[in-house]
């Protein structure tokens, strides 16, 4: 299956500052799915994006499905420590397609 | 705790072994996967199963054989490895295959000397 596009690849912000992270794909999605895996852990699933143009928040993290169903994001508001590790976008369809994530890391 | 319990969490093994990676899920799912990672690529996914029937094999080489007796138990049996088979493997399951979210167990670390 086709990987969908995540950047950055490497994200390094001091604590409280805003994170953004980008996923592409060149064709339509089904949906998407964010994973994030701390250092030395496992990835864990976070949530699912299905409907053109969804917006979900969790607490300080807010997803994004794109209108057109090619692209999604997760922003992150006011970083804290806890947030270090790699975000996951993953590709739904027939099986998962996992991309390279962006590595988070903070400056306390 | 996630569920899915992988067994061990660290292996070295020389070349010439045979050894086996062992993963248990506690959820119900139906579906279990095998994945490694790598340092420098992205989560692959090696096998699937569902209702312990094998769907996919992601062109992994034969001194990789899984083992899925039941849908709560999923093996990995290794022999003849090679060095850069060392990596992270991790086991993960899901109520059906597709699109279902999907929950990890912590993974082996496995090295080959």
């Known amino acids: 299956g086709q990987q969908v596009m995540q950047i950055p690849q490497y994200q390094h912000v001091q604590e409280g500052e805003d994170f953004t992270t980008y996923c592409n794909s060149s064709?339509?999605?089904?949906?998407i799915q964010w994973y994030k895996q701390r250092p030395g852990g496992h990835p864990v699933f976070l949530i699912q994006?299905?409907?053109?143009?969804e917006v979900k928040k969790q607490k300080r993290l807010t997803f994004q499905f794109g209108e057109a169903k090619k692209n999604s994001s997760l922003h992150i508001t006011a970083t804290q420590t806890t947030d270090v590790g790699t975000y996951f976008c993953?590709?739904?369809?027939?099986?998962?397609?996992f991309g390279q994530g962006t590595r988070l890391t903070i400056n306390p | 705790e996630t569920g899915v319990t992988q067994t061990p969490r660290h292996l070295v093994m020389g070349m010439t072994n045979k050894k086996s990676l062992k993963c248990e899920q506690h959820?119900?799912?139906?579906?279990m996967y095998w994945y490694k990672q790598s340092a420098k690529k992205p989560l692959e996914l090696m096998f699937v199963?569902?209702?312990?029937?094998?769907?996919e094999n992601n062109s992994v080489p034969s001194r990789f054989s899984p083992e899925c007796p039941n849908s709560s138990h999923l093996f990995l049996h290794l022999h003849t490895l090679q060095p850069e088979d060392s990596a992270l493997y991790l086991c993960?399951?899901?109520?059906?295959?597709?699109?279902?979210?999907?929950?990890f167990g912590d993974g082996t670390r496995l090295s080959i000397l």
């Open positions: 993960a399951s899901s109520q059906a295959t597709g699109n279902q979210p999907q929950h």
């Open positions: 064709t339509t999605l089904s949906n």
């Open positions: 994006l299905v409907k053109s143009g």
């Open positions: 993953v590709r739904g369809a027939q099986k998962l397609v």
């Open positions: 959820l119900g799912h139906n579906a």
């Open positions: 199963y569902n209702f312990k029937e094998q769907t």
